[in-house]
């Protein structure tokens, strides 16, 4: 049976690999761009731009919604979606620090 060494890591490092992962896919990447040309979208008309189903465009949302980088509302029928630009702060800070520490770790390596 497999075990799930997740928790041999830090908070930070598993936040910053489920960030990357709802970013690894061309789809939520196209989600995101829609989202933040309107500022705020209703899940029928990100369906209307992109070349996939309703139901597939639900679960790149969901996927988005889980890893904090959208926030969404529910109004009867209608699904709102807007982006989480303090979670994309965030991220992108704490991208930053690790590109940076990478970067100085590198410069004392021999290749």
């Known amino acids: ?11 930070k ?13 061309p789809a939520r990447i196209a ?8 500022n705020e979208c209703i899940c029928g008309e990100i369906v209307d ?6 139901s597939t465009v639900s679960q790149h949302l969901k996927e ?9 509302t529910i109004d009867g029928p ?3 979606y807007c ?4 979670a994309f702060e965030k991220f992108m800070n704490e991208f930053s620090f690790l590109f940076n520490k990478l970067k100085v770790q590198n410069e004392k390596a021999c290749c």
Do not use: S, Y
Request: proline fraction near 2%.
């Open 78 to 80: 209608r699904n709102c």
């Open 1 to 11: 049976m497999a075990i799930n060494k997740k928790e041999a890591f830090t908070q």
């Open 49 to 54: 731009v992109l070349p996939l189903a309703q």
């Open 13 to 25: 490092e598993q936040d910053l690999a489920a960030f990357a992962k709802a970013m690894a896919h």
């Open 64 to 72: 988005l919604k889980q890893a904090g980088l959208i926030d969404g």
């Open 83 to 86: 982006i989480n630009w303090k």
């Open 31 to 38: 989600i995101l761009k829609i989202l933040a040309q309107r």
